[in-house]
């Protein structure tokens, strides 16, 4: 089941929707859904992977200064 409704976008955006869909011969309606459904599937992943890290931090789930330092050292620099 779908549903309709209405947004606006200014004139350079529409432009480039309307280009985009003639290169990829899909209608602009087609883009503009499957551009909704990345960016809702994309945010909820990342407000539950957000949610999961404060609920182990607040269990005292975090990791120790060591853990941390091995890390940096890891990605550190030599100069």
Avoid at 1 to 18: N, Q, V, W
Avoid at 25 to 37: G, P, Q, T, V, Y
Wanted: hydrophobic share 45%; glycine share 2%.
């Amino acid at each position: 089941m779908t549903a309709a409704f209405t947004i606006r976008l200014d004139d350079e955006t529409l432009a480039k929707l309307d280009a985009l869909a003639a290169n990829t011969d899909r209608s602009r309606n087609w883009l503009a859904a499957k551009a909704i459904e990345n960016y809702v599937e994309l945010n909820a992943w990342q407000i539950a992977r957000i949610k999961e890290g404060v609920a182990e931090a607040d269990r005292g789930e975090l990791a120790t200064d060591q853990e941390v330092e091995a890390v940096f050292a890891k990605y550190r620099t030599k100069a």
